[in-house]
């Protein structure tokens, strides 16, 4: 059993030399003239016992190559293919294995990291208040991140030479190159864009033209109507919005108004108002501060606004400050108001004569003895005589006041 194993051992050592010196043993002549890499393995490969092991997507196998070398070892060969490349090639055994070297490889990694760095900084308006929400990516990548409630952002992978965009909406889109900053602090400008190209919805600012749902959208100018009520004003301004005045009683006299009529008979009817994002009563709000007034009207426009907006929206933008000289603008108006028609009142005997008619007919015209009136006809009397004005009294009002204040 020794014996046998111990030429067992002998026979495997002796086959492993075998292998690790066949390299040593061979000897190829090849003669091949502009040909690919490619070429070069097969012709090894058919006339030897080497098998080439490579990733073929690392290694230009496509590479010309002229090779003139008579009878040489196969390390000679491979010498002479890879020749001012990156590619390197190791034997082990009847294999040979070509990859590229690791060494450069690393190298280019590692100086590329070596580049690559993090960018902090901060986004203002032109007052130096913070911009929230607002992109900044590196041009012409997806690669970016919004500022956070401060302003701040942290972006990271930043080579030198990217241009960074910084973008919000209603601003001009600001752009810096990076040369190796660590911190960025941007100033942006308020976009000079006319309402008629853009119009406030539920999430943003959009283009006129790319809006689908339905909304409406008024100037300053056409707000600018003598009314004592911005309500009053939207009366015939806007398809779909319904403006009735009830009453003209002064500081009662607001419309109630409606978008696309009334959708609740029991519950609210009112459109939910918001100013620069913030719900307030339009009671409350003075023409002149409106920059522009958007109204959402169906469904797909007010749906960010879930069942708040089930009887519209209307979005109202207020005017703000601008890099410009200073300019205080003043006005004022004062106005009468006449009634139309005067109407005609009864004194206190006819009214309350018709009132006791209008209960008896009330009661379904019943005999005169089975019939209690509100007034007797002794009370009715002394309003007609005016035996006592203090308490039976009976006063034109109209008459009284006018022309006397």
């Not at 020749?83 to 070297?101: L, M």
């Not at 590196?138 to 302003?151: C, L």
């Not at 930043?158 to 190159?177: A, L, M, Q, S, W």
Request: aromatic content about 8%; proline content about 2%.
């Amino acid at each position: 059993i020794c014996l046998s194993g111990c030429l067992l051992c002998i026979a495997a050592e002796a086959t492993a030399n075998l292998t690790e010196n066949y390299s040593a043993q061979v000897y190829l002549t090849v003669k091949m003239n502009n040909k690919t890499v490619r070429d070069v393995f097969s012709y090894i490969e058919k006339n030897s016992e080497f098998i080439f092991i490579y990733q073929g997507t690392k290694i230009d196998l496509d590479r010309k190559v002229s090779i003139d070398l008579n009878d040489q070892p196969v390390q000679t060969i491979l010498h002479e293919i890879f020749a001012g490349t990156n590619d390197t090639y190791s034997i082990k055994g009847r294999q040979i294995i070509v990859k590229k070297s690791q060494t450069k490889e690393n190298a280019e990694v590692l100086s590329t990291n070596q580049q690559k760095k993090t960018v902090t900084g901060l986004l203002t308006d032109s007052d130096g208040n913070p911009v929230i929400g607002a992109t900044v990516t590196i041009k012409g990548t997806t690669h970016g991140v919004t500022t956070d409630m401060d302003g701040k952002y942290i972006l990271n992978d930043v080579n030198e030479g990217d241009v960074i965009e910084f973008r919000y909406i209603g601003f001009n889109t600001e752009e810096k190159t990076y040369k190796g900053e660590t911190n960025i602090n941007i100033r942006m400008m308020e976009a000079s864009v006319g309402l008629e190209d853009v119009v406030v919805i539920g999430y943003g600012q959009q283009k006129k033209e790319s809006v689908v749902s339905s909304l409406n959208t008024i100037g300053p100018a056409e707000l600018n109507v003598k009314q004592r009520n911005l309500r009053n004003t939207l009366a015939g301004q806007i398809a779909g919005v319904i403006a009735v005045q009830r009453s003209g009683e002064p500081g009662n006299d607001a419309a109630a108004f409606y978008i696309r009529g009334q959708s609740s008979y029991a519950g609210g009817t009112s459109a939910l108002v918001l100013v620069d994002g913030v719900p307030r009563s339009m009671d409350d709000i003075d023409v002149d501060e409106i920059e522009s007034f958007t109204v959402l009207k169906d469904a797909a426009a007010t749906a960010v606004y879930g069942a708040e907006g089930a009887n519209g929206v209307v979005l109202i933008t207020s005017k703000r400050g601008k890099a410009q000289k200073t300019s205080v603008n003043f006005s004022a108006q004062y106005s009468i108001v006449t009634p139309t028609r005067m109407p005609e009142t009864l004194n206190s005997y006819d009214y309350l004569s018709l009132y006791n008619e209008a209960l008896w007919n009330d009661q379904g015209n019943p005999n005169k003895e089975y019939f209690n009136p509100q007034y007797t006809d002794e009370t009715l009397e002394k309003y007609r005589t005016g035996i006592d004005r203090d308490l039976y009294p009976s006063v034109n009002w109209y008459d009284l006041l006018q022309d006397h204040t």
